[in-house]
């Protein structure tokens, strides 16, 4: 049987109407694609004429605060090109536009600026030609494990704001910004960090500045919640913090040391940390004396349960986030038994404390004058 059609055969009205559609579905496809090219073609040239002749500039005001340094010698060109370069100015068209437009341009100096991310241009050049508290005068650094009293003196000597001024500043607490969980205390939540200082500083607003920077990590750290969790208030996880911080050195020994805290806490056994009563009778000595842990103080952890009334440094956020974090395990003592590595060691019993006690006396009698 031959597989070639008839020619006389001719196809059935079904295959005819199938190959009709065809073609009108062939139509409408080729005028869909016609009408989305004139249709995208009219958009862009549209965009294009729109646009014609504008300067890319974002429409501001700013977002995230960031530092610009304005080298010395620097021309306007080359001030546009770090401003662009750090995500501030949109185009050095825009610069160049408003610059050309302001005389006082000249009058730029060089600097370290605190200005904004995607700023308008003329913004920008406003805040470099009238800086106000945008221009940084300087950078200080306030240490973490310090307390009050240290750290007014790291700031006298970085800010070079007489001590008097922090004093009268610290009379008036309630101006400073603190938690109200701190209740005008603010030992502990001037937070240690490096910071700028601006032309027109104050004591008042360097201390602001820090207790601005501790409420962003309390809340970075979600510390509110976070202290709830573990049942305690903030301030309390504050204290711990601070303790840990006077308490051991070594990042990976802080969970550990927090959580010898807590256990003892829980069987409401006295704390007995000797950083309590070196802050209550205002030592700087590694180690206390027989009579220092007779201190009536309430920061005498020898002689009071449960924690100190408040802080006795200010915590860096290591040091927080372990006391929100403690390590798992049953440690009812901890002792340092080597002050230059900071070596620390965690037991559960008294008869091994007694031993790692006796190891940290070995480690002082052959290194003389270390452990004062």
């Known amino acids: 049987m031959s597989s070639m059609l008839d020619p006389e055969h001719k196809p059935s009205a079904g295959r005819e109407i199938a190959h009709r559609i065809k ?13 989305f090219g004139v249709s995208f ?16 500039d974002y429409p501001g005001p700013g977002g995230d605060e960031v530092t610009v340094v304005v080298p ?7 001030i546009g090109g770090t401003l662009m370069e750090a995500d501030v100015i949109k185009s050095t068209q825009a610069w160049e536009k408003v610059v050309d437009r302001e005389p006082r341009a000249s009058t730029i100096q060089a600097g370290r600026y605190r200005m904004r991310l995607q700023m308008k241009a003329i913004d920008a050049l406003t805040l470099l030609v009238n800086p106000g508290d945008s221009r940084v005068r300087a950078q200080f ?25 922090f004093e009268a500043a610290l009379k008036k607490p309630k101006e400073l910004g603190l938690p109200s969980y701190a209740k005008n205390n603010p030992e502990g939540v001037l937070f240690p960090e490096t910071y700028e200082l601006v032309e027109s500083a104050t004591a008042t607003s360097v201390l602001k500045q820090m207790t601005a920077q ?11 919640e976070r202290a709830k969790r573990i049942g305690k208030s903030p301030y309390e996880v504050l204290i711990v913090a601070s303790i840990l911080d ?18 003892r806490l829980d069987k409401k056994w006295n704390l007995g940390l000797d950083s309590t009563v070196l802050y209550a009778v205002n030592s700087k000595s590694a180690v206390t ?25 200010a915590p860096g956020k290591a040091a927080i986030e372990a006391a929100l974090a403690p390590a798992d395990g049953p440690w009812m003592y901890f002792v340092t038994v080597n002050l230059d590595t900071g070596e620390t060691k965690f ?25 004062r």
């Open 23 to 35: 073609g009108y579905l062939a139509v409408l496809l080729a005028a869909a694609v016609l009408i």
């Open 41 to 56: 073609v009219w958009n862009k040239t549209t965009e294009f004429v729109t646009t014609f002749g504008e300067v890319p």
């Open 72 to 78: 010395e010698g620097s021309s306007l060109d080359q």
């Open 141 to 165: 650094q306030v240490k973490e494990g310090l307390r009050l009293s240290e750290q007014i003196e790291a700031l006298v000597k970085s800010t070079k704001i007489s001590k008097k001024e």
């Open 214 to 224: 501790y409420a962003k990590v309390a809340k970075d750290l979600n510390l509110n």
């Open 246 to 263: 006077k308490e051991v050195r070594r990042a990976e020994d802080r969970p550990k040391a927090a959580r010898v805290i807590y256990n």
């Open 289 to 313: 004396t027989p009579e220092q842990r007779e201190s009536k103080s309430p920061y005498n952890t020898y002689k009071v349960k449960g924690l100190p009334p408040g802080p006795i440094s």
């Open 347 to 371: 037991v559960t019993t008294k008869a091994e404390f007694e031993q790692i006690v006796d190891e940290f006396q070995a480690w002082c009698q052959a290194n003389t004058g270390k452990c």
